[in-house]
């Protein structure tokens, strides 16, 4: 599968929204690969009421964000964050 999402910062509002901060500059690990770097770096796919953000190098899932408008959940099993 090649992926063809956009970067992890297009995911800041809903991340923001889950998170209650910024989070596109937390750095996390990749639970697949180990591949680590900033959310930001991450391929975002927006086409759902929510966000999937997967992993740049091996395109595993590191979480799944749902809006519900009066609140937004994160499901982040795939990813292992330094913070």
């Given at each position: 599968m090649t992926a063809e999402g956009l970067d992890g910062n297009a995911a800041a509002g809903i991340l923001f929204a889950a998170y209650g901060r910024e989070m596109t500059a937390e750095i996390g690990?990749?639970?697949?690969?180990?591949?680590?770097g900033p959310l930001a770096e991450a391929l975002a796919f927006l086409d759902a009421p929510g966000a999937v953000l997967r992993c740049r190098r091996c395109e595993s899932v590191l979480m799944v964000l749902v809006d519900r408008g009066e609140a937004a959940?994160?499901?982040?099993?795939g990813?292992?964050?330094?913070?």
């Open positions: 690990s990749c639970a697949s690969c180990g591949n680590t959940f994160s499901y982040a099993s990813i292992h964050l330094a913070g």
